[in-house]
């Protein structure tokens, strides 16, 4: 009976270590899409930024995603967090003028020319204007997103940072590809 028992720990020990090493092989497997990745890249990002306090509700940070096809889509996941003591409140908007109350600005897949002209009209606003679009950055948005090496990574316009009136954390500049605008 020892023996029996001994062989049925044995057994055991090797099925319960089979079934970790597949569940470790398992969640290895399962890798976040892009767009989950950089709407939580975007989420952290918000915390190493300052506003003008005038720019800012008392009690809430607002994203506007204006634009289909883009990680903006998914930061829906955000809508009621907390974020430097503020509430997270995610809207989805057609028009670039009503970004008027927005913190944060996604630019979703919109027509280039539409992208220059919203971020000609945000530019004296407190507004972090964020995309995945290819050049984002140096064409004046403030973060862009980028594929480099198969990871997400991001540029940061630090001239049109400036001209938004938002301050960016040392912290996410030293972490950043720093762009200007061609001009």
């Not at 767009?35 to 930024?49: C, R």
């Not at 883009?70 to 995610?90: I, M, W, Y």
Request: aromatic share 6%.
């Amino acid at each position: 009976m020892p023996r029996t028992r001994l062989r049925i720990l044995q057994i055991s020990m090797i099925l319960l270590l089979a079934a970790s090493i597949c569940r470790g092989a398992y969640a290895d497997s399962i890798k976040p899409s892009d767009n989950h990745v950089k709407s939580a890249m975007l989420f952290n990002m918000i915390k190493f930024v300052d506003w003008p306090q005038e720019s800012l509700s008392a009690n809430a940070i607002t994203i506007c995603v204006l634009g289909k096809g883009s990680f903006g889509e998914v930061l829906n996941a955000f809508q009621g967090e907390h974020l430097k003591g503020r509430t997270v409140n995610v809207r989805h908007i057609s028009q670039g003028y009503e970004a008027i109350d927005c913190q944060v600005l996604v630019l979703g897949d919109i027509d280039r020319r539409l992208v220059t002209s919203i971020i000609e009209r945000t530019r004296q606003q407190a507004v972090l204007t964020v995309s995945d679009m290819p050049n984002f950055a140096q064409a004046g948005g403030v973060v862009g997103f980028i594929e480099q090496d198969d990871k997400i990574r991001f540029t940061i316009n630090t001239t049109a940072a400036q001209q938004h009136r938002i301050r960016i954390s040392y912290q996410l500049l030293k972490i950043a590809r720093i762009v200007k605008d061609p001009s």
